[in-house]
């Protein structure tokens, strides 16, 4: 008779966000996704803002919204404050990525990455704080913004101007939202993922000749030699938002496997 093979354990996350409600904006996919799951199993009542929320993940709320609309952002968040009673958590997440060097993107693109990247961050903020702030008057230090930012905004990164000008902004908002809503308790965050192992990244392989060798090679370019997962980004935005970040606020928390703090001599 032959033994099955033992279940792994299924982690036995603690219910420390039962009756709190948490909207993540590019919460279909990725870290988004990742995060809104995270959120869930840990108790939270969760909705996700989303121009495709075709893969929301299962047990969130979906709202429709292209973060390049105010009136749309205004509406969703509308929606899902509605549905799920109130709101004491934003994850800023949704963004889009860019290659090349200035000359590569014209105005035009420019416009259309900061519209999505920068200003979506904003318009989501705006439509929130009002529900932040009633939720931190009525449970003190439950309120957060955390913003999904990149180690792009500080590490002079070639071929990413756009991007890395885009999410230099997300760094600066950050902290100035910080400073402006310390006062009413709101505590504002960001996470600054390195290369993490999203549909991004696997849209991105896909456009080169052999994707399985040029993904191999990104692996290898890592210091720990894997990407950070999607649920690693999760875990790390989750504890921003969570009350043990109770005294957290400005603070941007790599997690890169090391790749902007290590200083590793080449091999
Ligand atoms: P992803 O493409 O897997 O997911 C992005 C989600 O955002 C999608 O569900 C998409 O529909 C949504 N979205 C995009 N534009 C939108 C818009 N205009 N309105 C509403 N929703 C929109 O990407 P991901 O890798 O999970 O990236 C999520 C965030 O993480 C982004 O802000 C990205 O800049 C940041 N980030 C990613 C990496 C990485 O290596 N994957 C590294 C650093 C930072």
New binding site residues.
């Given amino acids: 008779m032959t033994t099955a093979p033992a279940a792994p354990d299924v982690p036995r996350y603690p219910q420390d966000f039962a009756g709190l409600t948490a909207l993540v904006?590019?919460?279909?996919?990725?870290?988004?996704?990742a995060t809104a799951a995270l959120l869930t199993a840990r108790g939270a009542r969760v909705a996700v803002?989303?121009?495709?929320p075709s893969?929301a993940p299962e047990g969130t709320v979906p709202v429709l919204?292209?973060?390049?609309s105010d009136a749309a952002v205004q509406a969703a968040v509308g929606e899902a404050v509605d549905r799920l009673g109130g709101l004491h958590i934003l994850v800023g997440?949704?963004?889009?990525?860019a290659i090349g060097t200035v000359e590569d993107n014209a105005d035009e693109e420019w416009a259309r990455v900061l519209d999505?990247?920068v200003l979506?961050m904003v318009r989501a903020a705006r439509a929130a704080l009002p529900h932040l702030r009633k939720a931190a008057a009525a449970r003190p230090g439950s309120a957060s913004i955390t913003h999904?930012?990149?180690?792009?905004a500080t590490a002079g990164l070639p071929q990413r101007a756009l991007y890395s000008a885009s999410?230099g902004a997300v760094l600066a908002l950050t902290l100035a939202m910080a400073a402006d809503h310390v006062r009413e308790g709101i505590r504002v965050n960001c996470v600054?993922?390195?290369?993490?192992d999203?549909?991004?990244?696997g849209r991105l392989l896909d456009q080169a000749e052999d994707p399985a060798a040029e993904r191999a090679a990104l692996d290898a370019r890592q210091p720990m030699g894997r990407l950070v997962t999607?649920d690693e980004v999760a875990a790390a935005i989750v504890y921003l938002a969570s009350p043990a970040a109770a005294s957290v606020t400005g603070t941007a928390l790599a997690v890169d496997g090391g790749m902007q703090g290590l200083r590793l001599r080449p091999a």
């Fill in positions: 904006t590019g919460g279909a996919s990725g870290i988004g996704a803002l989303d121009r495709d893969g919204a292209d973060v390049t997440n949704a963004g889009i990525g999505i990247n979506g999904t930012c990149s180690i792009a999410k600054n993922p390195g290369t993490a999203t549909p991004w990244i999607a």
